[in-house]
């Protein structure tokens, strides 16, 4: 049975038999059909589905003579017209050689379905590659999209309330998933940083969003690796602003190398902390979000983040 066979048979079970129209329901969506015609025609019979109508040729046929599915240049034509008419339709019914037999169809369509899509993931991946224009991460970051496209499950599996009540309750005795920021005040309001969350810190030019994002960092290395991304203040300053904050020591002193005795016994007992915090810094002012987004990801895995420049030397 070739693809378009296969198709068919799918679509003539679910006109057929209300209970292969469910079972295929759950296994697959119109981007599984290779053939734009049977998409088109699926896209019908789960339209009357969802209304709760009747789904045979006949009242697919009338769906489909009042839908104009944009697939070719030709705007005027219906669906029906676009499909071949209703005669389309009748032919799929007789070639069905058993209505029960439309979900294994669908498991070998969704199967199928999977690796084209990975064909033409790998294809675009492989032409951006071969683009000298094209940036490394962006790539990465491009080809990591296209394969979660291809094999992404656009079917949820709906469950009921009570299957996750235990793990709910039994997560309300143990502490919460999340760390603690530098500062009281925001904890009481957002309750520290959570896992997969984003926060923005927004003000004015000048008004300290660079300290603030330092003293995060700086407080969650506490728990693991920390990727800075610095797009416009330099290491060099970075470094002077945490000896700053570690060890009191005003940053006049530091910029102008004016420090005094009790600066310099201060600096020395913070050096060693700085040199052992897993703090990974990137200071490319050209940084894009993709390459970001990337050596987040590198992180993620146990890789070592960045450029591997470590924040662990004290000028």
């Not at 599915?69 to 209703?86: F, K, N, Q, V, Y």
């Not at 004016?258 to 703090?279: F, G, I, N, T």
Request: proline share 3%; net charge negative.
């Amino acid at each position: 049975m070739d693809t378009q066979e296969r198709e068919g048979a799918v679509l003539g079970g679910m006109m057929l038999s209300k209970s292969a129209l469910a079972d295929v329901s759950e296994l697959i969506n119109d981007r599984d059909f290779a053939e734009w015609r049977n998409r088109i025609t699926f896209t019908a019979i789960m339209s009357l589905a969802n209304d709760g109508a009747p789904v045979d040729p006949i009242a697919v046929a009338e769906r489909m003579s009042k839908r104009k599915t944009r697939e070719t240049d030709d705007d005027h034509r219906s669906d029906l017209t676009m499909i071949g008419g209703a005669i389309t339709l009748h032919d799929m019914i007789s070639d069905v050689p058993n209505a029960a037999s439309a979900p294994y169809y669908a498991k070998i369509m969704r199967r199928d379905a999977v690796k084209r899509r990975l064909v033409e993931a790998g294809t675009k991946i492989a032409s951006l590659a071969a683009s000298e224009e094209t940036d490394a991460a962006a790539l990465i970051e491009v080809a990591r999209a296209r394969v979660d496209e291809a094999v992404a499950d656009d079917l949820t599996e709906a469950t009921i309330i009570g299957d996750d009540i235990d793990s709910v309750i039994d997560a309300l005795s143990t502490a919460p998933e999340y760390l603690p920021t530098p500062w009281r005040a925001a904890n009481d309001m957002i309750n520290g940083f959570k896992p997969g969350a984003l926060y923005v810190v927004g003000a004015r030019p000048g008004a300290g969003k660079s300290i603030i994002g330092l003293q995060a960092a700086m407080h969650v290395s506490k728990w693991g690796n920390v990727a800075l991304s610095s797009l416009e203040m330099p290491r060099e300053e970075l470094t002077h602003r945490m000896l700053a904050l570690k060890g009191s020591v005003h940053m006049t002193q530091l910029t102008r190398h004016s420090l005094s005795k009790h600066d310099w016994e201060s600096v020395a007992r913070h050096a060693q902390s700085l040199r052992d915090m897993p703090l990974f810094v990137d200071d490319r002012s050209g940084t894009s979000i993709a390459q970001i987004s990337a050596c987040s990801k590198r992180g993620t895995q146990g890789q070592n983040v960045c450029d591997r420049r470590r924040l662990s030397s004290v000028d």
